[in-house]
C-alpha cells in the first residue's frame, strides 16, 4: 500500500550501516506453538549470522524475553506498546514503519504492516486456509485470505517452508515462483533427543497424569489435524489393546464435532493435555509407543521431526506436505480409513523389527533438518535486499 525510504531519525552519529527490521512480536511469548517457534528459532540463530555491519532491530509489543533480550552489540530492541489486542502490526508496527523505517524489514509470520519500508520480506508457512474453510471462522478465513493476498503482493520476496507450500501459494494466488524461497522447518535436537532417562520420563508421565502404553497426537485438536480419524482409530485399536490415547494441544475450531468419532465405551482412556510446555513436552514423545499424526492439511509438520529425533516412530499418511518432511521413515497408513490406520497404529505396536527400523530410519531422517539450514535460507532472501 505504501513504501517507504529511510527516515534519518533511525541513523545515529551519521551510522550509515543499512538496517534490518524484524518483527519479534510472535516470537516474543511464554506459550509458543509452530509458528511462534518458527520465529523464534530464527531470531535466535539470525544473531549469530547477520554481520556487524547491518544494524538489526527488533520490534516487540513488550519487553523481550526467553533469551531473546540477549543482543549482539550491532542489534537492538524497540518495544512499540499497544494496548489494544488486535491491530498491532496493522496500525502500531505501521506507524513505527512511517516514523522510523528500516531499510528492510522481515516478518516471520505472515502478515506484512500496510505501511512498510522500501524492501519486505514474509515467511508464508501454509494457505489451509484458502481449502480448508471448514476449520476457520468466516471473520479469521476472510482475515487471513485478504493479508496473504496484501502480502504475496507487497513483499519483495516470500519464504515458506515445504515445496508444498510454495506450490499452493502459486497455485491459489498466482505468485511468480521465483520470489518463493523454500527454507524447511527443523527441531532443537538438543531439547528433543532419544537418550532420555527412563526414571524421569516416568516421573513425569506421572506427574501428568499418564500411564503407559500410550499414543501420542501433538497438534491442535480441530477438523483440520483429522481428530476423528484419529479418534474412531484409537477406538478400534483400543478393542485389541490395553492402551491410551494422549492429546498434546488446544482445543481449535471443531473439536467437538470431531470428537464424536470415539466410541464412548474408550472415553476415559483419551487423555487430553491442552497446552504442554516445552520441558514436559519431549517426556511425552519419548515415552510414547509412537506419534500417530493423519492430519489433513500440513504446511510442514514439525511434531513428525520432535518424533523422530526423540527415537520413536511416527504413524501418518501420505497428505500434503508429509511425505516432504517425513520420507521413507514414517510407517504410512495405505488408506485413509479408521480400519487402516488402526492396523498401522498395532503394526508399529506389535513387530518389534518394524518398530525398530522406523526409530533408526526417523532418527536418521530427523538430522537432514536444522534451524541453522532454516535461517541460512531465511537470510539469504534478506541479505540480497540488503546489498542492493
Not at 490406520?341 to 518394524?354: F, I, K, P, Q, S
Amino acid at each position: 500500500m505504501f513504501k517507504f525510504g529511510l527516515n534519518r531519525r533511525n541513523r545515529v552519529n551519521d551510522d550509515s550501516r543499512m538496517i534490518l527490521g524484524i518483527d519479534a512480536s510472535r516470537a516474543n511469548c511464554s506459550r509458543r506453538t509452530g509458528v511462534e517457534w518458527y520465529a523464534y528459532h530464527v531470531i535466535q540463530r539470525l544473531k549469530k549470522i547477520v554481520p556487524a555491519d547491518v544494524r538489526v532491530v527488533l520490534y516487540s509489543r513488550e519487553s523481550l524475553i526467553d533469551g531473546l533480550e540477549q543482543l549482539p552489540a550491532n542489534w537492538e530492541s524497540r518495544v512499540l506498546l499497544w494496548s489494544p489486542l488486535y491491530l498491532w502490526t496493522q496500525l502500531r508496527l505501521s506507524w513505527e514503519m512511517l516514523v522510523n523505517p528500516p531499510d528492510v524489514l522481515y516478518v516471520p509470520a505472515h502478515v506484512l504492516p500496510p505501511i512498510r519500508p522500501h524492501r519486505s520480506i514474509t515467511t508464508l508457512h501454509d494457505v489451509a486456509f484458502v481449502t480448508m474453510s471448514k476449520a476457520y471462522s468466516w471473520y479469521g478465513r476472510a482475515f487471513l485470505i485478504l493479508f496473504t493476498w496484501l502480502a504475496v503482493r507487497w513483499a519483495d520476496a516470500l519464504v515458506t517452508v515445504s515445496d508444498f507450500s510454495k506450490s499452493e501459494i502459486v497455485r491459489l494466488f498466482h505468485v511468480d515462483p521465483s520470489k518463493i524461497l523454500v527454507a524447511p522447518l527443523a527441531c532443537d535436537p538438543e531439547i528433543f533427543r532419544p537418550d532420555f532417562d527412563s526414571v524421569d520420563t516416568s516421573q513425569c508421565l506421572t506427574k501428568l497424569g499418564i500411564k503407559s502404553p500410550y499414543f501420542l497426537f501433538v497438534g491442535r485438536l480441530e477438523q483440520k489435524k483429522n481428530l476423528s480419524l484419529l479418534l474412531a482409530a484409537f477406538s478400534l485399536v483400543r478393542e485389541r489393546l490395553n492402551c491410551r490415547l494422549v492429546l498434546a494441544g488446544k482445543r481449535g475450531r471443531g473439536f467437538e464435532d470431531e470428537f464424536i468419532a470415539l466410541d464412548r465405551r474408550w472415553v476415559d482412556e483419551v487423555v487430553e493435555l491442552g497446552y504442554v510446555d516445552s520441558i514436559d513436552l519431549p517426556y511425552l514423545y519419548a515415552g510414547a509407543e509412537a506419534l500417530v499424526f493423519p492430519s489433513r492439511y500440513e504446511g510442514f509438520g514439525i511434531p513428525i521431526l520432535e518424533s523422530f529425533a526423540s527415537g520413536i516412530p511416527v504413524v501418518t499418511l501420505r497428505s500434503t506436505s508429509i511425505p516432504e518432511v517425513a520420507g521413507e521413515a514414517a510407517f504410512y497408513a495405505e488408506s485413509t480409513t479408521a480400519e487402516a490406520l488402526a492396523e498401522t497404529m498395532l503394526a508399529v505396536r506389535n513387530d518389534v523389527e518394524l518398530h525398530q527400523h522406523l526409530v533408526s530410519a526417523g532418527l536418521e531422517r530427523s538430522r537432514e533438518f536444522s534451524w541453522e539450514r532454516t535461517t541460512q535460507g531465511v537470510w539469504r532472501a534478506i541479505e540480497s535486499f540488503l546489498r542492493h
